[in-house]
DNA sequence: TGTGGTTACGGGAATCGTAATAATG
DNA sequence: CATTATTACGATTCCCGTAACCACA
């Protein structure tokens, strides 16, 4: 049994990121020749050809290629055994790594990260899609915060309901007549300001119409939630989004009205980790953090 | 970021599994003091003590065990991407590991290994309860059999389902009138003979039982198969089992007739493994030949 | 001719085995 | 004194950096 050496691996993944020999090796502070001579005693290892000269430079192989995901978690499953023995000789987490979408970040979780103390793990916030939060914990996050109820065997946390509101600008009759929440079937035939899918709350949105039967007069995609609300401000429309009011727009309610009553429509936030994570006690603690966060500043209504 | 060293992690196992450093160092083939010397660079690399001396030879700190569970993650990801290497230059599966109850081993398992030939890949089953199925994949087997629907994000494949029979003497009033299947509510007042709750079989039962308010006049706890079936044929009841009649015993369908009919009593056999695994493709292959073997042998009824 | 990968050589660190030493029951 | 862990020393192997060399645009 020749183990694997794990510098060797990580060798491999620094040339397979930075595309050339040269570029890693200079990134990893060493020699460009020893870096190469590792690449093919690594190959010599696995008998596999991993990269192929493609003009002057290396082009990974489909070996390579296929290599790389289970090299990947290799190197992530090191680094959290050596955050372990950290944890276990200093007591407390010294850096942890969250998903969340860019929407979360801006809205709730950088305000959080505000309010920690130095006493604290250091929360490194990594942007990542609303699909790819199992595949991001996978690749050495810590946890994530997700706007969907975590699938698969993930340990989670609810954090309370992220409503999806309506703006519309401050001349408009709803903001005139001081509306603060009307139920879906209001908004039928109103031009809207929307997130392409890329967002979660977009399909939720058009979940809840199919549902209701209810279609609007024009969609304008837009991802940016500030111009979403920019626009609805300048009059171009109702726009829906989870963030919070800018520009004076005026914040409506959106009501899910079903058999059971009117609730309001909105994301069910969670934060979600893998079970048999390292620090899962402390990762647990901060979702409470958050959750109770989210419930102080009014950001979320309660789970 | 001085890494990891697995061939030291894999001491440190070894030394954790024998309980000296004398007998590890022996089954490694590695000179004792060689030995030694690795686990007390470990500790010096982690900063932790790992071990304590107990008299003359060495016993887990708190800090040592806390850390046994990830690192044997870490060498079993390592094996996991020397054998994903090895299947891309040779195109094919050494080896896989399978996780399988006792009952499953003996009654299709077995025999289904038997069927297969050098071509195919080597498979070693281990021995594992119904509860332990999914930490068993974290812990290095490549797939699973389950007598339960797999929870949590494993890919699986359905095998059939895998009926629970009541088994009798063949001197029973049942075997001399030639029953073939009965509803569940004619074996109330009877006699049972059963698994324990280390079975999934039994809380199957248990289940139907309440659903329709049956019960037995007296339960007999047995956890071997072939002793339930011994019991059944001495006439001290009725025994239950998914295994094949032994010794002579009649076997009967156990009916769970609900609003939607009667269908037989039994547990949904699947094939389970963790997504990503690095032969997916030929667990798979190899699932559906045993979804195969089980119809054509006539153990588990389609599903 | 510049950019990037490979081969050749010498020094230093890591790791092993043997042998000697210390501690426990 | 038998079992087990640790320390001491010499030999081997691994790995790095420097320097020279090769291949493609």
Redesign the pocket.
């Known amino acids: 049994m020749g183990f694997m050496?794990l510098?060797r691996l990580q060798y491999f993944l620094a040339v397979v990121d930075h595309g050339?020999?040269?570029g890693a090796a200079d990134k990893l502070?060493?020699?460009?020749?020893?870096l190469?001579?590792?690449?093919?005693?690594l190959e010599r290892e696995l008998k596999l050809e991993l990269f192929e000269?493609q003009?002057?430079?290396?082009a990974l192989t489909a070996a390579g290629r296929a290599l790389v995901p289970a090299a990947r978690r290799l190197v992530v499953e090191a680094l959290d055994f050596e955050s372990a023995a950290t944890l276990l000789r200093t007591g407390k987490v010294e850096r942890l790594t969250v998903a969340a979408t860019s929407a979360s970040l801006r809205t709730f979780l950088a305000p959080f990260i505000a309010t920690m103390t130095p006493a604290d793990p250091q929360l490194v916030a990594r942007e990542t899609s609303h699909f790819e939060m199992t595949e991001s914990l996978r690749q050495g996050c810590d946890f994530a915060v997700s706007p969907q109820a975590p699938d698969g065997d993930l340990r989670h946390v609810p954090l309370g309901r992220m409503p999806v509101r309506a703006y519309v600008s401050k001349d408009h009759e709803w903001a005139r007549d001081g509306v603060r929440q009307l139920p879906l079937s209001a908004f039928a035939g109103v031009p809207a300001i929307l997130t392409s899918h890329h967002s979660v709350s977009r399909f939720l949105l058009d979940d809840a119409l199919s549902r209701h039967d209810v279609t609007f007069s024009s969609v304008t995609e837009c991802d940016d939630g500030q111009s979403i609300m920019a626009l609805a401000v300048a009059g171009h429309g109702v726009g829906f989004s989870t963030e919070r009011p800018l520009y004076g727009a005026h914040p409506i309610l959106v009501l899910d009205d079903d058999d059971s009553g009117a609730r309001p429509l909105g994301l069910a936030l969670h934060v979600a980790w893998l079970p048999g994570h390292y620090a899962e006690a402390v990762i647990e603690e901060l979702a409470l953090r958050i959750r109770d966060f989210l419930q102080a500043e009014g950001i979320a209504l309660g789970a």
């Open positions: 050496n510098r050339t020999v040269t502070h060493m020699a460009q020749p020893a190469s001579r590792q690449i093919k005693t000269p003009g002057s430079r290396l």
